[in-house]
C-alpha cells in the first residue's frame, strides 16, 4: 500500500523560510497537493505538482519534487503567523475514475514572533 | 473551482444517537468523497459516493455505520449512526475541483459524549 509521510512538528520564527518535507512509495503518484488546515476548519488546497516537473512556484511558495527520491517539499518564503497551521501533502495516480487522494501524516508549523 | 457549503459545522450528540451531515456543492459533479479525521490524525478515506449507484466503502467502514445518501449531482449526506464516544472526529466532504485538484468542504466537528 501507499505511505506518505511527513515530519510532525515545525517552528520557524516571522520572517523566516520554513520548509515543509514529505515521503512518499507510491511511484504511480503523478499528481502530488499541499492541503493547508488551519484550526477548526476545512482543508484549503495550496498548490499541486505533476510528477513531470522538478518545481513551481507561486508567489511565496515553492514546490520541489525530487521523483528519484519520492521526495515532495513546500517552500514557504517570509512566513507570516497567518501561516500557522497543519499542512498535508497528498498524492493520487490521476484525477478522476475513481482514485483517492492520500494523505500524509500532517506537519503543524508554528509561526512564533 | 467547485464551492462546498458543508453543514453542521459542529455538533455535540449523546451516545447511542445518528447525525446527518450534508455537502451542496455550487456545480454538478460525478463523485463525492467522504473522509475522517480523528483528533490530532490525517485524514482517512470513508466512502465514495456516486449518483444512482450505492456508495463505495474503503476497508474498516460500513454502510450500516456509515449510511451514504447521494440524490442528484450537488448534494450528498453521510449519517454517523449509533454513535459513540470513538465516533469524534472531524468530517469532510470532497469533490473533484478540476482536472487537477480536489476541494473540501469546511468540515463537521463531532462530539460525542
Known amino acids: 500500500g501507499e505511505d506518505v509521510e511527513q515530519s510532525l512538528f515545525l517552528s520557524v520564527r516571522e520572517g523566516d523560510s520554513s520548509v515543509i518535507n514529505c515521503t512518499y512509495t507510491?511511484?504511480?503518484?503523478?499528481?502530488l497537493y499541499w492541503y493547508k488546515q488551519e484550526p477548526g476548519a476545512g482543508l484549503q488546497l495550496l498548490t499541486y505538482i505533476f510528477s513531470n516537473m522538478d518545481m513551481k512556484q507561486d508567489q511565496r511558495l515553492t514546490v520541489l519534487l525530487n521523483k528519484k527520491d519520492k521526495h515532495l517539499s513546500l517552500r514557504i518564503a517570509d512566513t507570516q503567523t497567518g501561516d500557522s497551521a497543519i499542512y498535508f501533502c497528498?498524492?493520487?495516480?490521476?484525477?478522476?475514475?475513481?482514485?483517492?487522494?492520500?494523505f500524509g501524516t500532517g506537519t503543524q508549523l508554528k509561526v512564533e514572533l | 473551482s467547485a464551492v462546498i457549503s458543508q453543514k453542521p459545522s459542529r455538533d455535540i450528540c449523546q451516545r447511542g444517537t445518528s447525525l446527518t451531515i450534508q455537502c451542496q456543492v455550487d456545480?454538478?459533479?460525478?463523485?463525492m468523497f467522504w473522509y475522517r479525521q480523528q483528533p490530532g490524525q490525517s485524514l482517512t478515506l470513508i466512502a465514495t459516493a456516486n449518483q444512482g449507484s450505492e456508495a463505495t466503502y474503503e476497508s474498516g467502514f460500513v454502510i450500516d455505520k456509515f449510511p451514504i445518501s447521494r440524490p442528484n449531482l450537488t448534494f450528498s449526506t453521510l449519517t454517523v449512526s449509533n454513535m459513540s464516544p470513538e465516533d469524534s472526529s472531524i468530517y469532510l466532504c470532497?469533490?473533484?475541483?478540476?482536472?487537477?485538484?480536489?476541494?473540501f468542504g469546511s468540515g463537521t466537528r463531532l462530539t460525542v459524549v
Open positions: 456545480s454538478q459533479v460525478t463523485m
Open positions: 497528498a498524492e493520487i495516480p490521476f484525477v478522476g475514475g475513481g482514485n483517492k487522494l492520500t
Open positions: 470532497s469533490v473533484e475541483a478540476s482536472n487537477y485538484g480536489y476541494t
Open positions: 507510491d511511484s504511480s503518484s503523478t499528481y
